[in-house]
């Protein structure tokens, strides 16, 4: 009878254990709704409209921080024929932030921006492109769909902001580019400053990018001549 001790004295132990495993078990059951509710509050909390607007606020001002320095240009940049004056309008509603005479990249020939507003105390690098459906001389097609892409790729992998007008906008709504651009500022770092002086100027209209195949369409038509 004593060598059944130790086996009934296991057995009884073993069980003891179990019966506490299950009593956890089902306590933990028990609660599990409640701890699926905290969780998902916890998740909505997360997720809410004003959270996620924090986080991308913070987030793009990280971002744009990282932004890559332009460097002063040393070669001259063939100007479109209205980006004289835009600039203009561009000087008037962002003084001292518009500068035309940079570039970015170290390779031969770097990609200079027609138009870079660079706010140094955020970070903020916007690359302001004009685009011309065709070269005036030439008549050859430009800046049509595809063709800038590379271009775009290398300013956003720089955490730059890239703006395109079509320049037949900047001849005919050019505070209401001014406008486009004063928003994107606003957007990404909160500052309304340009804004509040073109809040009455109506939205920039928009005008569809064209094909190769348009783009000499437009040239024999001489479309730039008609804006």
């Given at each position: 009878m004593l060598g059944l001790i130790p086996v009934f004295i296991w057995l009884h132990n073993s069980k003891k254990k179990r019966n506490i495993k299950k009593s956890v078990y089902e306590k933990e059951l028990e609660n599990l709704p409640k701890r699926i509710e905290e969780y998902e509050q916890k998740v909505r909390e997360v997720l809410s409209p004003e959270n996620l607007k924090i986080f991308r606020e913070q987030e793009l001002k990280r971002?744009?921080?990282?932004?890559?320095?332009?460097?002063?240009?040393?070669?001259?940049?063939?100007?479109?024929?209205?980006?004289?004056?835009?600039?203009?309008?561009?000087?008037?509603?962002?003084?001292?932030?518009?500068?035309?005479?940079?570039?970015?990249?170290?390779?031969?020939?770097?990609?200079?921006?027609?138009?870079?507003?660079?706010?140094?105390?955020?970070?903020?690098?916007?690359?302001?492109?004009?685009?011309?459906?065709?070269?005036?001389?030439?008549?050859?097609?430009?800046?049509?769909?595809?063709?800038?892409?590379?271009?775009?790729?290398?300013?956003?992998?720089?955490?730059?902001?890239?703006?395109?007008?079509?320049?037949?906008?900047i001849v005919k709504q050019p505070l209401s580019c001014c406008k486009t651009i004063a928003n994107t500022i606003f957007e990404i770092i909160g500052d309304k400053t340009y804004l509040h002086k073109l809040y009455a100027v109506e939205d920039v209209k928009a005008v569809n990018c064209w094909s190769y195949e348009e783009s000499l369409f437009l040239a024999r038509q001489n479309y730039r001549e008609t804006y």
């Open positions: 971002i744009i921080q990282l932004s890559s320095t332009a460097k002063h240009l040393d070669r001259l940049v063939n100007q479109g024929k209205y980006e004289p004056h835009f600039y203009k309008f561009l000087n008037k509603y962002f003084p001292d932030k518009i500068i035309t005479s940079v570039s970015l990249g170290y390779f031969e020939n770097p990609y200079a921006p027609d138009f870079a507003f660079i706010d140094r105390d955020s970070g903020l690098h916007i690359d302001i492109e004009i685009d011309e459906p065709y070269i005036s001389q030439t008549k050859e097609p430009i800046h049509y769909i595809g063709a800038d892409d590379n271009r775009n790729c290398f300013y956003e992998n720089n955490n730059w902001v890239i703006i395109r007008f079509a320049e037949e906008q």
